[in-house]
């Protein structure tokens, strides 16, 4: 993608879309809201493609753009109800330097919570979602039990979802 080439550009919005538009669908609620969302990131990813630094997988820095995205969505869609619908001030800034560093932090925060977990649960989670294991690959890669591995990718993400929920609630604040 970096090389301009079209061909890897395609290729991964082939691969990711449908994914990424049916998580965005289920949080919002809403198709066109979640189609709006897709098209935005895969437009900053085109737009940032010679800049961008991924320090995890693609696949990870999509989920996290899709999630970013529908909680900065929901709490847009939150504001104006509140404000009514004559309000446009959010409509018209570009806020994608705004938006890159609040993903930068939220990614950031995320990495310390990943590194403050247990040794066996950190490495359980790492596996899983940052090199794409499956529980059984897990298991036989560490020698433990699926269910000890699915107690400690439990255990883990019931932290970060924690943590990273604290995060977000102060953040939005």
Known sequence: MRSRQE???TEIYNRYW????VTAANKTGDLDEAEEIVQDIFVSLWKRK???ELTSSLKNYLAVSV???VIKSLAKRNLKSRLGDGYTYYDVIDDSTQEWLDFEELQHRLGELVAALPEKCRLVYQLSRESGYSQKQIAEELGIAEKTVEAHLGKALK???AGLNQFLFTFLL
């Open 50 to 52: 010679e800049e961008l």
């Open 18 to 21: 449908k994914t990424m538009l």
């Open 67 to 69: 999630k970013y995205r």
């Open 159 to 161: 932290t970060l979802r």
């Open 7 to 9: 061909n890897g550009f």
